[in-house]
T-cell receptor
Framework: DAKTTQPPSMDCAEGRAANLPCNHS???????VYWYRQIHSQGPQYIIH???NNETNEMASLIITEDRKSSTLILPHATLRDTAVYYC???????????FGAGTTVTVRA | DTGVSQDPRHKITKRGQNVTFRCDPISEHNRLYWYRQTLGQGPEFLTY????????KSRLLSDRFSAERPKGSFSTLEIQRTEQGDSAMYLC?????????????FGDGTRLSIL
C-alpha cells in the first residue's frame, strides 16, 4: 500500500471549513483513498473514500487531485465534536488491511 | 444497521490469565478484521476472516493469540497467559465484498488492562 503524509496537527475555528491535506505520491491506479477519524476512547469512524473523482457525503467532501498524488478532506462547518485524530489511508480495493499512520490531530476551537 | 458491536468494553485482568473478546459484525458483512491499538499509536492489523476462513494473520499475532469465526458471523479473540505488553485496545471491523473498495466499519473496541 502507498504511504501517506499528513500534518501532525491542525487548529480550526468552530463554524469554519476545515481542510485536511494528505499526500500520497506513490499511489497506484487501483488504490483508493480512505479517511477515518478517531475520537478519544472510540473506534475509528469511517468518513469517506474515493478512487479518482471527488466525493461528498453527509459528513465531508473529498477532493482528489487529477494526478491522484494528494487529496483534501473538507469538513464544511466544523463543530467542537469534530475534534479528533484524522487518518488518511491508501489501500487497494480488495486488500484486506488498513495501515494507519500517525494521522492529523484536529482541534476545533470555539 | 446496528454497527459493529464488541464485548466487553473494558477488561482488567491479572498477568497470566486468559481473556476472550467477542465481536459481532454488521449483519450482511462477510469480512471481519481484528486490530490492536496501543496508547498514542494508530491501529495495527492483527487478522482477517472472510466468512469463517481466517485468511491472514499478522506477525503481531503470537502463539498466545487465537481468533475464530465459527459460523461466519460473530468472532472471538482469545489471549492466553496474558502479559503486560498485551495491554491495548482491541478493535474489530467488518466490511462487505459486494463491490470493490468497500470501507471497513469499526466497533468501539475492548480495552484490556493487565495488572
Amino acid at each position: 500500500d502507498a504511504k501517506t503524509t499528513q500534518p501532525p496537527s491542525m487548529d480550526c475555528a468552530e463554524g469554519r471549513a476545515a481542510n485536511l491535506p494528505c499526500n500520497h505520491s506513490t499511489i497506484s491506479g487501483n488504490e483508493y483513498v480512505y479517511w477515518y477519524r478517531q475520537i478519544h476512547s472510540q473506534g475509528p469512524q469511517y468518513i469517506i473514500h474515493g478512487l479518482k473523482n471527488n466525493e461528498t457525503n453527509e459528513m465531508a467532501s473529498l477532493i482528489i487531485t487529477e494526478d491522484r498524488k494528494s487529496s483534501t478532506l473538507i469538513l464544511p462547518h466544523a463543530t467542537l465534536r469534530d475534534t479528533a485524530v484524522y487518518y488518511c489511508i491508501v489501500r487497494g480495493g480488495y486488500d484486506y488491511k488498513l495501515s494507519f499512520g500517525a494521522g492529523t490531530t484536529v482541534t476545533v476551537r470555539a | 444497521d446496528t454497527g459493529v458491536s464488541q464485548d466487553p468494553r473494558h477488561k482488567i485482568t491479572k498477568r497470566g490469565q486468559n481473556v476472550t473478546f467477542r465481536c459481532d459484525p454488521i449483519s450482511e458483512h462477510n469480512r471481519l478484521y481484528w486490530y490492536r491499538q496501543t496508547l498514542g499509536q494508530g491501529p495495527e492489523f492483527l487478522t482477517y476472516f472472510q466468512n469463517e476462513a481466517q485468511l491472514e494473520k499478522s506477525r503481531l499475532l503470537s502463539d498466545r493469540f487465537s481468533a475464530e469465526r465459527p459460523k461466519g458471523s460473530f468472532s472471538t479473540l482469545e489471549i492466553q497467559r496474558t502479559e503486560q505488553g498485551d495491554s491495548a485496545m482491541y478493535l474489530c471491523a467488518s466490511s462487505s465484498n459486494r463491490e470493490d473498495g468497500q470501507p471497513q466499519h469499526f466497533g468501539d473496541g475492548t480495552r484490556l488492562s493487565i495488572l
